[in-house]
């Protein structure tokens, strides 16, 4: 008998959480052989899935969001099982974009970086994301407070840590007392706190008696405003995510940043930073984060989800 | 018998709208006299006061809010009735930072500029504003899609004529048909809108078919959300002012601005932008704006409100 393909197609667009058996469909389908291999292309197996916040936002109706019925993208590593690719051969560990799939063939894969980034941290995505965004948008400088929200994300871990490599003090902002303790006792941030805290106002405050120099943002919403409030004159914002609304980005009455005149006030310069715009910029600073993971001055944190088919 | 002299002084903090007689207190004092001067100083009778939309800050618990029970601030044109100062002698008129007073003595004055801008329009603040706040963040180029609120105002009126010189195509945002009138037949704005018209946003979208390049916000509030939603990649926001929420900043429920995600997603930068940051640069700001309006490329808009003692 054929071997089957499990994969997991969006069946509808969430209002607000996602909902098991109902948002993704499970679809068994013959699998792909070498046979069906065109010029070019690879069969691949998924070995590792890369499971990313930004995931949330192609649900919604946003740009290049996964249209319905379709299989939920995403990146992942996987094994070459056949290939009629010039970019890889049997039995390489690759990078491919194949999807919440088993197997998939297809048309373009990326060598697994050697050594420091193999097997899990995965596409060069988040972890050169706050390199680039660090650099280019918040470049902060030694002695100045950094703050950073989701701070124990993939990429909220890596601003923090390029922060203090340059210099400066950094505190970084988690919904748990155990994510905080990864931050202070691996990543040798200067102060963890958890926003889920009810003293959380004054524990900022306390935090940043200098205010906020750099503002790394992942979260949004309410932590951002927050941040505004204890912001210096002339801040950098980095606006990089927004995951405390993906879940409400369909709720009409969505509530807003209301601190729009501290803006003014504080003459904060906010941007929104998104990562692919600085493609050409990968090669140095993977080079430069694979230089300083290395010298252990840059740690990476992995959380690894066993799933399974249904 | 003395002359009196008549002030209004801060009586409350407004909640929302300035009341009539409860805001301010009319206080009728002895007039200050020659006598009274010390090395210095100047006695000054204000002929022209500017009326500002940032006043409204200043009732506000915000930066350098006037105090319960002071003399509300503000900028005049004054005649000098009296001086001990290098800087003005008897009869000149002056820029002096007098306050809502007939009379004062106050330790700075400043002339005021040749012919252009005397005698009316005022302070070099809101005349240079936008000519710094576009030069420096906005950076308006030949080409480009300007958007402009409160575009008749002293500040909107010439942001969006400095971005008309550099050849940008500049739609203007009032809030009354007779401005939008103004803004097209007076100052040459390709496009006007009402954001009052029950189109508004039909009308927004037709009139930036390139999308916005350079947003220059006087209004903040939905008029924001709305040029935050017709941004192109990579814009840029001047946040000068913020009008539609001044009476409203003392509300725990502010309505905020709700598409920062947009922010990430377009990648717009936005800046808060204050005049008094540029200080060094008025000089040459002022001589480029004379150039301008002395070859008719600049037009000044005024309106004048003849005021009355209770």
């Given at each position: 008998m054929a071997r089957k393909n499990h994969n997991f197609h969006l069946a509808e667009r969430p209002q607000g959480l996602i909902v098991p058996g109902r948002t993704f469909n499970f679809v068994e389908t013959d699998a792909p052989t070498a046979d069906d291999l065109k010029d070019g292309q690879v069969l691949v197996e998924t070995i590792w899935l890369s499971l990313d916040q930004s995931m949330r936002c192609w649900?919604?109706?946003?740009?290049k969001p996964t249209a319905i019925g379709e299989k939920m993208n995403g990146a992942a590593i996987a094994r070459v099982?056949?290939?009629?690719?010039?970019?890889a051969k049997g039995s390489d560990l690759v990078i491919s974009?194949?999807?919440?799939?088993e197997l998939a063939i297809v048309n373009e894969v990326a060598p697994v970086p050697?050594?420091?980034?193999?097997?899990?941290?995965?596409?060069?995505g988040t972890i050169t994301r706050d390199a680039l965004g660090a650099a280019h948008i918040g470049q902060p400088k030694a002695g100045e407070t950094v703050v950073v929200s989701a701070a124990a994300s993939a990429t909220g871990s890596v601003a923090g840590q390029i922060a203090k490599i340059r210099g400066a003090r950094v505190v970084g902002i988690m919904g748990s007392d155990e994510k905080c303790e990864v931050l202070t006792k691996k990543l040798g941030f200067g102060v963890a706190l958890n926003?889920?805290?009810?003293n959380f106002d004054e524990e900022l405050a306390r935090a940043t008696p200098d205010n906020i120099n750099v503002y790394f943002d992942n979260m949004g919403g309410t932590i951002l405003e927050k941040a505004i409030d204890r912001a210096t004159l002339h801040p950098r914002f980095v606006l990089c995510g927004c995951i405390s609304e993906y879940n409400k980005l369909?709720?009409?009455?969505l509530g807003g940043i209301r601190s729009m005149f501290d803006v003014i006030a504080k003459r904060i310069r906010m941007e929104g930073f998104i990562l692919w715009d600085y493609t050409p910029e990968f090669p140095k600073a993977k080079q430069q984060l694979g230089q300083w993971i290395a010298k252990d001055k840059l740690k990476s944190l992995e959380t690894v989800v066993k799933g399974e088919f249904p």
């Open positions: 649900l919604a109706s946003y740009a099982l056949a290939s009629k690719s010039s970019k974009i194949s999807g919440w799939t050697e050594g420091v980034f193999e097997p899990i941290d995965l596409p060069e926003y889920k805290s009810a369909d709720q009409p009455n």
